[in-house]
């Protein structure tokens, strides 16, 4: 009886010892962590860090990217200033260096061929994320 316990313990510690090791490779821990895990899908964020507002004959957009997990190196930003009737006065791109999990600012400057500003919008090249910021008053209901 004593030497079934003292062979159990021994099994026991050596599985012990096996599934630690496996543990400690990056593959394995991979391939079980996806095996009982629910991993939350990469995704860019792009978000205003304030409104954007008039400098002179500019307009400054302040907007932050921030990358998780998408492993993307260079982003490009274009932004477009509209007028009411919808005419594109300027478009400028941007280039952005995201950093994995940390918001990167961005305060963007681009010159307005005109004074009927009323629309800014802001994209990544190649990703689905848009914003937009409409100057004046909202509309009244």
Known sequence: MRKRLI???LAFVVAAGLCAAAWSLPPVRTVLLDSFTRRQAAYIEL??????RFDGAS????????????GSRSLVATLTV????????????????????AAVPVTAR???????VALVRVSL???????HFRF??????
Do not use: M
Not at 110 to 116: F, Q, V
Not at 126 to 131: S, V
Not at 136 to 141: C, F, H, M, N, S
């Open 47 to 52: 978000y205003f860090t304030e409104n954007p």
């Open 125 to 131: 090249t190649g990703h689905p994320q848009t914003l």
């Open 110 to 116: 681009i010159r307005a061929k005109g004074t009927d």
């Open 82 to 101: 509209e007028a009411a009737n919808g005419n594109v006065l300027a478009t400028e791109t941007y280039p952005v260096e995201p950093h994995q999990g």
């Open 7 to 9: 062979r159990a313990a």
């Open 136 to 141: 004046g008053r909202p509309p009244e209901l």
């Open 59 to 70: 307009v400054l957009v302040p907007f932050a990217v921030n990358d998780h997990g998408s």
